[in-house]
């Protein structure tokens, strides 16, 4: 007889015990050991305990051993209940059948001798948080509201709040928001009168939204008998419980001055607390008391000086960069009262960064004409930190005191130092600082000039202070000898520039450049305009454009407009209303003064950041076939009466006599700086409904002087880069997220789209189906309106080398950003244009 078929072994599942009678093992040790009480029996139990909560925590599912673990929950044993409780709890939530098993001897152990077993067992009860159980936590509730000992009371009062979020009819019901009331003035411990405060301030102001009861009830929270009687047993609390005592004092409004006086009499020796948040928090009452008295308010602030300055030396890092916030709070609103003491803000060696620059803004905040040299000699030594970011921002910090008008002499003088310094950052900084200064004080530019005039643009590599150096560039081109073809080698340059904040300011210069210096810079003027015209950036084609039609109608009234007589600036915008401060300064002692905000603008989320994202493309919907999932936008409609029309715009089809000529930008091939247009002069005519003559003679002029010559025909719209797509690409989405996660960031880049295409994103997948006729196709999309995110792939024709896109979305102020990312990272720039010229003509087709 033939032997029976061997059957093919399974391998284990990673997700479960190995061996398939482990489960089986502990179960039946369980049962032997459920009704043990033999000596040993408990240690016993243990071990089995130990090992069923490890399954647990590795994942395991041991969920049926939930019989067997409540029986042996019989037990005095403390450590035994607490892991049974703890098992119970978990599989409770994702098991509410099995949670029914647990109630008998819950309910059993919540009556049990042991305060400790009592408190546990409530605890664990009111964890289970199925909702058709709440009818069993009533009664034990009750009775732990009533228990003698504290620790039960304690945990009770903080079931409450667990049960109203279970079920909020059947708490009130009960009363039992009564009851804490009376417990938390009538307990003698401070910890259950703690936990009531807590539980009342919760539920009352839930429920304040829809019962005017409530409302009143929270109201008595504030009252003058209740804030007394925590005020006298303030010290009997725990940190935390002082803490929200404390808040509760900052909220009442004391009916005279004689009032204020004694609540502060009373809080002076919180001042001298060793815990920093009691610090804070009676800091803050003692700031919201004063407010309407202005003589005792500033006395205010030189009495908790002192307390506060020595809580940012004697905890750690986190600590003291809490406390400091604060103190740049007040240094804000009283800056003279710190101004003594700014040595306590000088960075220390080992001092986090994130430390260190709140000290540098501290220091800025503090400087005035007698502690002005002090601290520009200290920021002076950190400008050769090894820390780069802090050297940056100590060279910021010396400019923004230089603006305050504190010795500027000597501050002007250090960072002229810091501009012959061969440091790239450092002259960057220095250059983007030395520009704000000659906008304020223009009598230095003799100087400044001359050190200026010494750097080579090629060594000025970051955008900002590129533009700076640009701006001099123009703005005193009459000083600078070689102004006109420094700015002659930047335009040349275009195509290699990546930031359109520079091309703005290198087309402005430009302009500025050649009112004073028109010789020799009417070339580079010619070969910057038409750039600027053929550039796929709105902004920067807009300028060009709008200039363009300057110099057409008039030169003139072009340099009136451009370059006009300008005012020392006095005073430079801030970056924070007066009315957002007093917010922060209201929620003190928050998260509001250390994100530096009001509290609105990070929960809310029409107040959140303009892209606020998850960095993981799993958060996204993954299209199957060109994305289905994206989010309408709001409508914006189009408008067609701006000045600065695109040049894609319908203006082409319009009939010359009803709205204007229709006219074509001249085409710029960036290796010869040359420029064509497809039509007459006559067609490129700036339109002007005076009636002058002189605007077709002038545009003739202008062409010629810039070299300009509109005879050969061209495309209104610039021919995108020699770069071919595969229309029929395909790539899955893991490995879509494997490659983004690989590849190092090849571009990042700002773009505006047009009203058109903002309006159409209101469209169902419009702009997927846009993208994929130009052979880019999505992958994944999301967001909410007006935020949205679209992921896009691209194949090169003929190629395996991919490109990858991230695009951000704002509907509301038409921005949005795009991050390239390539296998072959020499050709992203032209991916780059041609991807933009694909976004340009969306809404537009």
């Known amino acids: 007889m033939a032997p029976p078929p061997a059957h093919p072994q399974r391998s284990p599942s990673p997700s479960q015990p190995s061996g398939k009678s482990e489960v089986t093992d502990l179960r039946s040790q369980l049962r032997q050991l459920a009704g043990s009480r033999a000596p040993g029996a408990d240690d016993a139990k243990r071990d089995l305990f130990k090992k069923v909560i490890s399954n647990m925590t590795i994942g ?307 400087a005035n004409e007698s502690n002005t040299y002090d601290i520009v000699t ?139 210096r028109a010789p020799e810079t009417q070339k580079a003027l010619g070969a910057g305009l038409a750039a600027g015209l053929a550039d796929f950036h709105q902004d920067v084609h807009d300028r060009a454009l709008f200039y363009y039609r300057l110099l057409q109608y008039k030169v003139s009234v072009a340099e009136s407009v451009v370059n006009p007589p300008k005012q020392a600036v006095s005073v430079f915008a801030d970056s924070q209303s007066s009315e957002i401060k007093d917010r922060i300064f209201d929620e003190f002692n928050s998260l509001s003064v250390i994100y530096q905000k009001p509290s609105y603008m990070f929960t809310d989320k029409e107040h959140r950041g303009t892209f606020e994202f998850s960095d993981e493309l799993a958060n996204l919907t993954i299209n199957a076939e060109a994305g289905d999932s994206a989010v309408p936008a709001q409508r914006v409609e189009a408008n067609d009466n701006d000045l600065l029309l695109s040049i894609t715009e319908k203006e082409e089809g319009r009939d010359a006599a009803s709205n204007g000529s229709a006219y074509s930008a001249p085409s710029y091939d960036g290796a010869s700086a040359t420029s064509a247009a497809s039509q007459s002069l006559a067609d490129l005519a700036f339109s002007s409904t005076s009636g002058s003559g002189q605007a077709p003679a002038s545009s003739f002029a202008i062409d010629d002087l810039l070299g300009l010559d509109f005879s050969v025909g061209a495309a209104a719209t610039p021919t995108p880069p020699p770069l071919s797509l595969n229309p029929k690409a395909v790539l899955d989405p893991g490995t879509f997220q494997q490659k983004w996660r690989q590849l190092p960031l090849s571009l990042s880049e700002d773009f505006s789209l047009s009203p058109q295409g903002v309006a159409a994103l209101a469209t169902s997948n419009a702009l997927l189906r846009h993208m994929q006729s130009h052979s880019i196709h999505c992958i994944a999309s999301g967001g909410q309106s007006p935020n949205f995110k679209f992921f896009f792939f691209a194949q090169k024709a003929e190629s395996a080398s991919i490109y990858l896109v991230e695009l951000l979305i704002n509907s509301s102020s038409a921005k949005s950003q795009i991050k390239i990312k390539a296998d072959d990272q020499s050709t992203s720039q032209a991916f780059s244009t041609l991807f933009q010229s694909a976004l340009s003509k969306f809404g537009t087709a």
Not at 223 to 244: G, H, T
Not at 417 to 422: D, I, K, T, W
Not at 469 to 488: F, K, T
């Open 378 to 516: 200290e920021l002076c030594e950190y400008a050769a930190n090894v820390d780069i970011p802090i050297a940056r921002e100590s060279i910021r910090a010396v400019g923004k005191i230089a603006l305050q008008q504190y010795d500027v002499n000597a501050i002007v003088d250090r960072l002229l130092q810091f501009l012959e310094m061969e440091k790239d950052y450092v002259t960057c900084e220095a250059l983007v600082l030395v520009k704000d200064l000659l906008r304020k004080y223009p009598q230095w530019s003799q100087d400044c000039i001359a050190v200026v005039g010494n750097i080579s643009s090629k060594n000025v590599q970051e955008p900002k202070a590129k533009a700076a150096l640009i701006w001099m560039l123009g703005e005193y081109s009459q000083d600078m000898p070689d102004a006109p073809y420094v700015l002659e080698s930047l335009v040349e340059n275009w195509d290699e520039e990546h930031s359109a904040e520079v091309r703005l300011h290198l087309l402005t210069a430009v302009m500025k450049c050649f009112f004073k």
């Open 60 to 366: 395991i599912d041991v969920s049926s051993l939930f019989g067997e673990m409540v029986m042996c929950s019989a037990t005095s044993d403390i450590v035994l209940k607490k892991m049974c409780y703890l098992y119970v709890g978990n599989y409770a939530k994702v098991n509410p059948d099995l949670a029914l098993l647990t109630i008998n001897f819950l309910q059993r152990d919540c009556k049990d001798d042991d305060p400790m077993i009592r408190g546990l067992a409530l605890r664990s009860l009111c964890s289970l948080r199925v909702a058709n159980l709440v009818e069993y936590l009533v009664g034990p509730l009750g009775s732990g509201l009533k228990d003698n000992n504290s620790y039960v009371r304690t945990v009770a009062v903080i079931g409450v709040v667990k049960l109203y979020h279970i079920s909020a009819s059947t708490c009130l019901d009960a009363d039992f928001p009564a009851t804490l009331k009376h417990l938390m003035l009538n307990d003698p411990d401070t910890q259950v009168v703690a936990n009531c405060l807590s539980a009342l301030q919760e539920i009352w102001t839930l429920e304040s939204t829809s019962s005017e009861e409530a409302a009143k009830e929270r109201e008595t929270l504030v009252s003058k008998p209740v804030i007394y009687y925590l005020l006298n047993r303030i010290k009997e609390f725990s940190e935390w419980a002082q803490c929200l005592v404390l808040e509760l004092v900052a909220k009442y409004i004391p009916s005279d001055n004689s009032e204020i006086f004694d609540i502060m009499n009373l809080l002076e020796d919180r001042l001298q607390h060793a815990n920093g948040a009691v610090v804070l928090a009676t800091s803050k009452v003692f700031l919201h008391l004063t407010l309407s008295m202005a003589d005792v308010h500033q006395q205010v602030y030189e009495r908790i000086k002192a307390p506060l300055l020595t809580q940012v030396s004697a905890g750690s890092p986190e600590q003291s960069y809490a406390v400091l916030s604060h103190l740049h709070l007040l240094v804000m609103r009283a800056p003279y009262i710190f101004s003594s003491d700014y040595k306590h803000f000088y960075c220390q060696y080992n001092e986090p960064s994130y430390v260190k620059k709140l000290k540098l803004e501290m220091l800025t905040a503090v």
